[in-house]
């Protein structure tokens, strides 16, 4: 077709359009910023990897401490107020953080995405929910119910599966919605059924127990590797668009 034509151009014009969208796109890193962020607040927890003691008749409890929910799993926290400081901190430091990482893109391939109002709704959606934690825990009037399956289920980590899905819709990425709904569904059964607990509709009839995920660190783990595997996985399929667009933008019309 000749690149003259109306038809070439327009060929052309969406060739350069994919060849933009596929250098803009960056959502690898925030991925990876949040699924470290998880890792880390495995720290708030007094007993992380062994939340059980076990007494001499051979039963088994709870070792002691609160459980204030701000921490973002049912296990036991250091204390509340340091799990508040921890997200109002690090939520927005991650933001800033992944706001640095797009304004350098920008720099180096002279594109971007409209990140900026990601940043800007995201950010407060930690104190967002830390709010509902505390509606939760001191049914406040008028407050929605927020327990599923008879257990509470608002965390600060579902703080981070809302902001990723804003970042889905700002990238136009599948890949980072599946990710994130995999992690806020995870959260949800986590914090709504118990820890290491697994549902009735997941394995009928009664459902049923992983030994390994009664503590809070296994389960960070988790949900954290599920953010990590997600950033490869949308790293890769961004690399194979952009080389995609290229040679398309590179071959004759």
């Known amino acids: 077709m000749d690149p003259q034509s109306p038809g070439g151009m327009l060929d052309e014009v969406a060739r350069l359009r994919r060849l ?79 706001a640095w990482w797009y304004r350098r893109r920008a720099a180096r391939v002279g594109l971007t995405m409209r990140w900026r109002p990601w940043v800007y709704v995201g950010t407060p959606l930690f104190a967002v929910f830390l709010f509902a934690v505390f509606a939760q825990g001191h049914s406040l009037p008028n407050s929605p119910p927020f327990d599923f399956a008879g257990g509470p289920v608002v965390s600060p980590l579902l703080a ?40 009735p509709w997941i394995m009928p009839p009664y459902g049923g127990m992983i030994d390994g995920l009664i503590n809070p660190a296994p389960n960070l783990i988790l949900l954290a590797f599920v953010l990590l595997i997600g950033a490869l996985a949308v790293h890769l399929r961004a690399r194979a668009r952009l080389r995609s667009a290229m040679a398309a933008a590179q071959s004759p019309a």
């Not at 720290?43 to 992380?48: A, V």
């Not at 599966?161 to 992690?183: D, F, H, K, N, Q």
């Open 20 to 98: 933009t969208r596929a250098q803009a796109r960056g959502a690898a890193v925030p991925l990876a910023i949040f699924g470290l962020l998880t890792l880390v607040s495995i720290l708030l927890y007094s007993h992380p990897f062994q939340a059980m003691q076990l007494h001499p008749d051979g039963s088994g409890s709870s070792k002691p401490g609160s459980m204030s929910g701000y921490a973002g799993l049912n296990g036991v926290d250091r204390s509340a107020t340091l799990s508040i400081a921890f997200w109002v901190i690090t939520g927005p430091l991650s933001y800033l953080a992944c």
């Open 160 to 199: 981070i599966a809302a902001g990723l899905l804003i970042l889905a819709r700002v990238e136009r990425s599948p890949g980072v919605a599946v990710t994130a709904l995999a992690y806020g569904g995870l959260c949800i059964i986590m914090n709504g059924y118990g820890l290491g607990q697994i549902p």
